[in-house]
């Protein structure tokens, strides 16, 4: 249905001076929405006839999601009988656009514009703690910037029964809270809410009070707000206040001109897996079983491997004053992502400037793991590499006579009880995770572009003993090609 829309509803955006733009962007941390965007949000709503709607938009900016919206209804895809928009802006320049803009719909329409200048962190959460809940509907894009832990902001949202680090988190959960039953939320917002610690309290308070009814997902990182140079992978989410949850709609297009829409509909276990205590929510790109998930023999969680996959415990702006450049009597080999050449290590590598060693006392043994064989994946990766899952060995032999490892945070690390694991099958896993087929389920369930320690837990993995067999393979042909890696799986079938 919402595609169609798309050709239909038509919206101007009011211009903002370059100099208010700027200010707006590094202060509030809120982007304006581009118009194909704005269209495609408000075509996203289900067909509604609820008499009254009301309608919110926090952070509204000019109103170009407002206007999307009451374009819609005026070209006769909702049944209401008037419309309640409520909008919030803080910023007293663009307040008068919005009400301009808001006051030209009521000329015309049934329309009452009700916009307010206070801070809707601090407004909504008191509506909230009143057990106040009357929006129908809500459209946002929200502002992105860290909350400080002890800002007015952070302590309005926890009395409030929110706990989050962001202000586009808490948006979202304010409007959530605000949302009368059966109310439809439409948010373009960043990924990073999917996955990680520091949003699970957002997500556990998000699936308790909504369904996810749909997700869209931009395939370049860069072109959604490509005019203000957004580097942060952003999504579209649709959700029902109180909805019973069903299967999931999950849309792609490449850029907001939405020329190659692509949609398919998933049960929603393949979104929020069902023994997933983060709740991480996952976005597939493709409904068709790759060949991975065809092989039975991969089920293993790493526990049945007597495995554990950690994030690298050394935070090097943390610990500056115990790191050295090059390695001394009294260090231990540091190991960063640009130690890993291929899948081998090359330490030290004095030309990747930073440092190759960390000093071994009583304030950083803590941090360190015995010399040993040990698989590493890189945590970070830029949405336009090849692969997600990147795998480097550890070989005891590269670091001389060194007793101790330090692990830097940008890298997860395997381990076997906070030690080394025999040579076979630390091999084994390395290639393993090497294979075509691994990465491509990765990005399917996990698009963004940070690979963690608990995407790497929630895996499924060969039995141990495949594992060291498949080692024990690659040992013997030294460097094997991506080729015959991937002719690998076969042996999992």
């Not at 006051?103 to 703690?129: H, M, Q, T, W």
């Not at 490449?254 to 979104?271: G, R």
């Not at 015995?370 to 590269?398: D, M």
Request: charge should be neutral.
């Amino acid at each position: 249905m919402f595609p169609e829309l798309l050709e239909r509803l038509e919206v101007e955006p009011i211009g903002v001076p370059p100099a208010l733009a700027a200010f707006r962007k590094s202060a509030l941390g809120q982007f304006m929405t581009p118009a194909a965007i704005a269209r495609f949000m408000a075509s996203m709503f289900p067909p509604s006839d609820v008499p009254v709607c009301r309608l919110l938009d926090a952070g509204a900016g000019t109103g170009s999601l407002s206007s999307s919206f009451l374009d819609r209804w005026e070209a006769g895809d909702f049944g209401f009988s008037r419309v309640e928009a409520h909008a919030y802006e803080i910023d007293e320049t663009l307040r008068g656009q919005l009400e301009e803009r808001l006051n030209s719909y009521a000329s015309r329409l049934p329309v009452e514009p009700k916009v307010e200048g206070s801070d809707f962190i601090l407004r909504a959460a008191e509506l909230c703690l009143r057990g106040e809940s009357e929006f129908t509907h809500a459209i946002l894009n929200p502002p992105y910037k860290k909350i400080s832990s002890k800002s007015q902001h952070r302590f309005s949202l926890r009395r409030a029964g929110i706990e989050t680090v962001n202000l586009y988190s808490a948006f979202v959960a304010l409007a959530l809270g605000l949302m009368a039953p059966g109310g439809e939320l439409v948010a373009i917002i960043p990924r990073s809410f999917c996955n990680g610690p520091y949003y699970r309290s957002f997500r556990q308070y998000m699936l308790e009070r909504a369904a996810i009814r749909h997700i869209h997902l931009f395939a370049s990182r860069t072109k959604a707000f490509k005019d203000d140079e957004v580097l942060q992978e952003n999504v579209i989410i649709r959700l029902q206040r109180g909805g019973q949850q069903g299967s999931v709609t999950v849309s792609t297009s490449s850029d907001d001109s939405f020329c190659d829409l692509t949609t398919h509909s998933y049960p929603f276990d393949q979104i929020v897996l069902s023994d997933d205590s983060e709740r991480f929510i996952h976005v597939p790109t493709s409904p068709e079983p790759n060949a991975l998930s065809l092989s039975g023999s991969v089920r293993y969680s790493l526990e049945d491997l007597g495995l554990t996959v950690s994030t690298g415990p050394v935070v090097d702006f943390r610990v500056k004053q115990h790191l050295r450049e090059t390695p001394g009597s009294d260090t231990v080999p540091l190991l960063y992502p640009g130690h890993f050449k291929g899948k081998a290590t090359e330490w030290p590598y004095p030309s990747m400037r930073k440092p190759d060693a960390i000093c071994r006392n009583a304030e950083t043994e803590k941090w360190l793991y015995p010399t040993g064989f040990y698989c590493a994946v890189r945590r970070f990766s830029s949405k336009e590499e090849k692969r997600r899952i990147v795998p480097g060995l550890v070989h005891p032999n590269a670091f001389g006579s060194a007793e101790m490892l330090g692990f830097e945070n940008h890298l997860n690390v395997f381990h076997e009880g906070r030690r080394g694991m025999p040579e076979a099958l630390a091999r084994g896993l390395v290639t393993f995770l090497s294979m075509t087929a691994v990465d491509d389920q990765f990005r399917r369930f996990n698009g963004h572009t940070q690979v963690n320690a608990t995407d790497l837990r929630l895996m499924k993995y060969p039995s141990r003993k495949e594992l060291v067999a498949l080692g024990e393979w690659s040992s013997k042909l030294g460097e094997p090609t991506q080729e015959l890696i991937d002719e690998q799986l076969g042996r999992f079938a």
